[in-house]
């Protein structure tokens, strides 16, 4: 079992960044690939960015290569998301997921394990 838990959410202008953290519970951090997902009011859930139990391999939605990035620390058992270069389409609320399948997934079917989710909320 995982539990995952999400910060750095906040308001802030167009232009603006925001680091979002997702804290990991358990000794088998490293084993899983994690997601960034979001999801806007009245719209589905779409992968942001992912990254691979080792680090190595990451993916990015087309909408936001470029501006955000997907890093991961075992030994903190955290990964982030920077985003740089915000605009009023990024606001959504922000989930973190886990896979136990190490590999980069697009698919939120395919996550295991999800926080609860931080709201970013970006004005004009």
């Known amino acids: 079992q995982v539990q995952l838990v999400e910060s750095g959410g906040g308001l802030v202008q167009a232009g603006g960044s925001l680091r979002l953290s997702c804290a990991a519970s358990?000794?088998?951090?490293?084993?899983?690939?994690m997601g960034w997902f979001r999801q806007a009011p009245g719209k589905e859930r779409d992968i942001v960015a992912a990254i691979s139990w080792s680090g190595g391999n990451t993916y990015y939605a087309d909408s936001v290569k470029g501006r955000f990035t997907i890093s991961r620390d075992n030994a903190k058992n955290t990964v982030y998301l920077q985003m740089n270069s915000l605009n009023p389409e990024d606001t959504a609320v922000y989930y973190c997921?886990?896979?136990?399948?190490?590999?980069?997934?697009?698919?939120?079917?395919?996550?295991?394990?999800w926080g609860q989710g931080t709201q970013v909320t970006v004005s004009s």
């Open positions: 358990g000794r088998t951090f490293s084993s899983y690939a």
């Open positions: 997921a886990a896979s136990l399948s190490r590999m980069v997934l697009t698919n939120a079917v395919r996550y295991d394990y």
